[in-house]
């Protein structure tokens, strides 16, 4: 199922991941959401199910919408904020980038799928980038980013990543419903 569900978030944005405004990140997930359920059932214009996303994903800059083959839909706040410093590593005096790319490797919640995405598009960049941020003369990426972010994301690569989304059948999907009707009629 993930691998159908990429496929729609592709065929729907064009890629694995955009980056949007956090006030655009509902209606992009919502229009996603609606993709998928299309695909599956056509024609099925069920409300999507309730999903609150955290006001702090709503209020960011931007956020990256990202689709990992392996572990479904993921959100990278401030994202657009690291791909300018990774087009201009000199931006690394800057603390607000400096403490941004430091939450990036040292956050546990945060996936090394963001920081490859980041590094793509210009790997020697991305060394100089790192190489400051560690203070690290002749850092490389292409040579030794695979060993950073094993030693500072270890749990992803040690561990069985889940897939963030999970695929509902409309069985289960019943009973969650009804779980939660019984739920708010509890006094």
Known sequence: MLTEQREVFIDLYGAEYIVVRGEDVAPRYDAFMRACMDRAQPGNTS??????????????????????PETGISFYLEFGLLQELFANPKLINRR????????YLRGDDISPAAI?????PDPDSAGVVFGKLLKKKNFSWPEHGESLLRR???RYFDE????????V?????????????EESSEP
């Open 47 to 68: 409300p999507l199910p309730g999903f609150t996303l955290p006001d702090d994903l709503l209020e960011a800059e931007t956020v990256a919408i990202h689709f990992d």
């Open 116 to 120: 490859r995405l980041l590094t793509e």
């Open 160 to 167: 069985p990543q889940l897939p963030t989304t999970v695929p």
């Open 169 to 181: 059948s409309d069985t289960m999907a019943g009973h969650l419903r009804n779980a939660l009707r």
């Open 152 to 154: 500072y994301k270890a």
């Open 96 to 103: 607000r980038y400096r403490e941004t790319l430091t939450s």
